[in-house]
């Protein structure tokens, strides 16, 4: 028996999923466990393991289309098997209705999901009394091109129908159902399209409406010196929460200069022990301590309510080639230093590989972003919401500084912490700043 | 034929049931020494001494004292002066003047007219705008009715005084000032409680109101017809025991359903409409069936939220066009 292929529900907010990639073709034989494809969510791209062992029979949702969790996309089973109702189309439809528009509906490639009212076997939205007056004519719904509401089959569409006015005088241009709802959508004409293989498929539109868009000339001047490229999913769930943070917080950026030399020397002590740190691992290691000293800091708001959280996940964000992700490192303040830099070597890991787990994107309470290798002197980094701060870390240089009457050179870093005026204040958004550096002056005062 | 507005006409049928009926009696806040505040009872208390009495303002004594006149022999109307007040006596309501013939197996009758002016009369905010018919149509034991135009308002009130049940009266604050054709006492038609009226003719979408929300319904039947749309436009008058019949004979002609009220969408009188009709009749339906209504939220004070909240013919209209 036939096993079915949904899009994967990863993680509680995923609603939808893009497949990224089809990393088998149909026909292929695939194991269980293997990777049968990648699907891209708002939060990042996934692998998804074949849940049983078989040939792919039949791909319904191909490589960049967005279809609900839980959606039908595909068949595996056994070489040469049926694949089950509604997914074969092309058979059932033939035999049923040859003359219908359905009747172009073809097995190969066919986007289902994107599909017409008509598919054979897949359910025609009509009205009561368009059902009604149809089942005592004995039309079949699926016959009857729909002309309503959302493309609803109603009560005229019936009354409009005869069987035999479905038989089109002069042959229909054959097309994929895609095909047929992209040009009903743009209003071109099918007739006008030519079709590379027999019957017009999106691609053929896509080509032909690239042609006729350069044909118009007041747009081919900024045609060839501009590109138009959809966001990928990571790029627009950057773009909504980013947007929406802007919105959401009104923020105030502060900047103070942290003396290193003994936050240096502590790492070169570690160092000789064989225990190598980032200073980012150090700066998640002290942030989180100050953190617990600091709860409006590491906090959220909800409506009128300030919600104090009783533990510091730390966001440590990653760059990534083509976007950022933010994992968080759980109950930073209650783990060791060797601990905290293993975590984030392998989350900045995953997340470079595109195999964060959900979880790790989830439920932090702070972040620090850290721009210093590219020698950023201060910046204001958005938050990270629902979180109430984050914390940016620039570049360390040597400077000259006064100490006790003296000029001196000390190694100096600046932090930019960009806070939630909603809740934290100026003082004790400078309160905590100032801690956390009297913390990475004092190294050994992580023990205290 | 004679105009005369809303407010004329109800004060009509109080005088001509003042008249008939030596039993019928009106109390309520500022009724003699104001005329009513929105001028429905002028002239009554000089016309009846006596038979028009102004009350403390305790609502709960209002609807108790009415229920207990009734009991002994009177036919009252009482005023709620705002329909919003009802809250205050709701156990008079709920409890006494619905239940009592029931409770006593039809020994007692309540003969009585509660009467409430309801609905956005512009700047009446939260507490004094609103439409409450659906808490009531909720309540087996009396009945509502809500007449939308002066002749409606003289015949259901004069059908309400002579009612053996209780009937609660709800009447538009806006509609009060408006004029329309009310025939000589010769050539009066009795409302019958409970008939609703076809007030227009149409195939192809039946719009469905009462009281102020005909307003509505009539307007965007006169916009629809300029694009050829034929709209039937029913009145339903009484919202319980509401008359089914037409509605569904209706619905089985034109086969779309859009129903508008200016009370809160949200489990509004139309929502027992809808689905009667979806038990009923789903079959005959070619469309979603339209539901027009207030937004589930408190009446706002200011104008220019006030106007966000009402409903306007366009919506209908617009509703209508996007499942022809």
Known sequence: ?448 | MRKITFSEATREAMAEEMEKYPEVFVMGEDLARQGGIFGQFKGLPDEFPGRVIDTPISETFIVGGGVGAALGGARPVVDMHFADFIGVCMDEVLNQMAKIRYMFGGQAKIPLVLRAPDGLAGGGAAQHSQSVESFFIHIPGIKVVAPSNPYDAKMVLKAAIECDDPVLYFENKVLYKETGEVPEKEDEVPYEIGKARVEREGKDVTIVSYSIGMKNARAAADQLAKDGIQAEVIDLITLSPWDKETVLNSVKKTHRLCLVSECVKQGGAMAEVAATVAEEALEYLDAPILRYGAPFTPIPFAPTLEKLYRVYPDDLVKGIKGVL
């Open chain 1, 1 to 448: 028996m036939a096993t079915e292929v949904l899009m994967p529900k990863l993680g509680l907010t995923m609603t939808e999923g893009t497949i990224d990639e089809w990393k088998k073709n149909v026909g292929d034989t695939v194991k269980k466990g293997e990777i049968l494809f990648s699907v891209e969510t708002d939060k990042l791209t996934n692998d998804v393991e074949a849940e049983a062992d078989g040939v792919l029979l039949k791909i319904l949702v191909p490589a960049g289309e967005t279809v609900a969790c839980k959606t039908l996309i595909g068949w595996l089973g056994a070489e040469g098997e049926a694949v089950p109702d509604g997914a074969g189309a092309a058979p059932a439809a033939a035999a049923e209705a040859p003359a219908a528009p359905a009747a172009a509906v073809s097995a190969a490639a066919a986007p289902a999901a994107a599909g017409t009212a008509h598919a054979a076997g897949a359910y025609v939205p009509a009205t009561p009394y368009a059902k009604k007056l149809a089942k005592e004519k004995g039309f079949d719904l699926a016959a009857i091109p729909a002309t309503g509401y959302k493309g609803v089959v109603v009560a005229r569409d019936v009354l409009g129908f005869t069987p035999a006015a479905a038989a089109p005088a002069a042959p229909a241009v054959k097309a994929s159902p895609l095909a047929e709802k992209v040009a009903a959508d743009l209003g071109i004409d099918l007739k006008d399209v030519k079709a590379a293989h027999g019957r017009v498929l999106a691609e053929d539109l896509l080509r032909y409406i690239a042609e006729t868009r350069e044909k118009a000339p007041d747009s081919e001047a900024t045609a060839e010196r501009e590109e138009v490229k959809p966001m990928s999913g990571m790029r627009k769930a950057i773009a909504k929460n980013m947007q929406n943070s802007h919105m959401t917080s009104p923020t105030v950026t502060f900047n103070l200069g942290i003396d290193m030399t003994e936050m240096k020397r502590y790492r070169e002590q570690l160092k000789a022990k064989e225990i190598k740190v980032s200073y980012t691992d150090l700066l998640v290691k002290f942030v989180s301590k100050a953190l617990t000293e600091f709860p409006l800091l590491n906090c959220s708001v909800e409506d009128n309510k300030i919600i104090y959280k009783h533990y510091v996940n730390m966001g440590v964000a990653v760059a990534l080639d083509n976007g950022l992700v933010v994992p968080n490192i759980t109950d930073a303040d209650k783990k060791s230093l060797t601990e905290i830099s293993a975590e984030v070597k392998e989350l900045a890991k995953q997340a470079r590989e595109g195999k964060l787990p959900p979880e790790k994107l989830r439920g932090g309470t702070f972040t620090i972003t850290n721009l210093g290798m590219y020698g950023i002197e201060s910046f204001s980094p958005i938050i990270n919401q629902p979180e109430v701060a984050i914390l940016g870390v620039n570049t360390m240089e040597d400077k000259v500084v006064v100490r006790n009457g003296e000029m001196c050179i000390r190694p100096i870093m600046n932090l930019s912490l960009t806070a939630d005026h909603r809740v934290v204040d100026g003082s004790v958004a400078a309160q905590f700043l100032q801690r956390v550096k009297s913390l990475m002056e004092n190294p050994a005062l992580i023990l205290a």
